[in-house]
C-alpha cells in the first residue's frame, strides 16, 4: 500500500524568510513520481514542483526547492523568500509507476502555512 | 487556454438523493480523474478514465459511478447520498496516460 504522511498540519513563517515543509512516503515502488501541490482558499489545486524518482538531482521551480531523499523516502518543500501569496494548504503526492491500473495520485493530509507579513 | 472546468461550483441535497457532477478538460487533454476531498483532509482518489474507458478506482462504494463522453468530459454520479459523502469533488485532467494532472476548482457538495 502507498502512504503519504505530513506531519505538520499548520506552520508559520515571517515574510521574505525560508520555511521547510516535510513528508514522507511508504512504497515498494522503484519508479514513481512525487509532487507538492498548493491549495489557496480558491480551493485551486496548483502544481508547484514535481521531481522524478529515477533522478538523483532534486527538482527547482524559482523559490521553490525540494529535498529528495529516495533511501528514507522523504520529500520536503522549501520555500524561499516566502510571500504572503504562498499562504495555502500544501499537499504533498504520490504517483507510483504507470499500470493498466490507472494513474492514481495519493496525497497525504495537508500542511497548512500562513506567511506573517 | 481554458482550464479544467466544473460544474455546480456548490450543491446542496438531502440525504439519499442523487447528484451529478460535471468536469470538462483542459482542451485536447483525453484523462480525466475524480477525487473527494472531505474538509481537513488530503484528496483520495475515486475513479481516472482514458478514452472514455475506466482505468482506476479508489475504496468507494458502488454508489459512486462515473463515465467519460466522446468529447472527453466527465460525469461523476453519486446514488444514495449520505451525510459523509459531504466533501470537495475535484476533477483533474491529463494530456495522456501520464504523471501530470491539472485540477479544476472543485465542486462543493453538502448533503443534510
Known amino acids: 500500500a502507498q502512504t503519504v504522511t505530513q506531519s505538520q498540519p499548520e506552520m508559520s513563517v515571517q515574510e521574505a524568510e525560508t520555511v521547510t515543509l516535510s513528508c514522507t512516503y511508504d512504497?515498494?515502488?522503484?519508479?514513481?513520481?512525487l509532487f507538492w501541490y498548493k491549495q489557496p482558499p480558491s480551493r485551486q489545486m496548483i502544481l508547484v514542483i514535481r521531481?522524478?524518482?529515477?533522478?538523483?538531482q532534486n527538482a527547482t521551480e524559482n523559490r521553490f526547492s525540494v529535498n529528495f531523499q529516495k533511501a528514507a523516502k522523504s520529500f520536503s518543500l522549501k520555500i524561499s523568500d516566502s510571500q504572503l501569496g504562498d499562504t495555502a494548504m500544501y499537499f504533498c503526492?504520490?504517483?507510483?509507476?504507470?499500470?493498466?491500473?490507472?494513474?492514481?495520485?495519493?496525497f497525504g493530509t495537508g500542511t497548512s502555512l500562513t506567511v506573517i507579513p | 487556454d481554458a482550464g479544467v472546468t466544473q460544474s455546480p461550483t456548490h450543491l446542496i441535497k438531502t440525504r439519499g438523493q442523487q447528484v451529478t457532477l460535471r468536469c470538462s478538460p483542459i482542451?485536447?487533454?483525453?484523462?480525466v480523474s475524480w477525487y473527494q476531498q472531505v474538509l481537513g483532509q488530503g484528496p483520495q482518489f475515486i475513479f481516472q478514465y482514458y478514452e472514455k474507458e475506466e482505468r482506476g478506482r479508489g475504496n468507494f462504494p458502488d454508489r459512486f459511478s462515473a463515465r467519460q463522453f466522446p468529447n472527453y468530459s466527465s460525469e461523476l454520479n453519486v446514488n444514495a447520498l449520505l451525510l459523509g459523502d459531504s466533501a470537495l469533488y475535484l476533477c483533474a485532467s491529463s494530456p495522456g496516460y501520464s504523471y501530470e494532472q491539472y485540477f479544476g476548482p472543485g465542486t462543493r457538495l453538502t448533503v443534510t
Open positions: 482542451s485536447g487533454h483525453k484523462s
Open positions: 512504497t515498494s515502488e522503484s519508479n514513481y513520481y
Open positions: 503526492a504520490f504517483s507510483p509507476t504507470l499500470t493498466n491500473t490507472g494513474n492514481q495520485f495519493y
Open positions: 521531481q522524478e524518482a529515477y533522478k538523483q
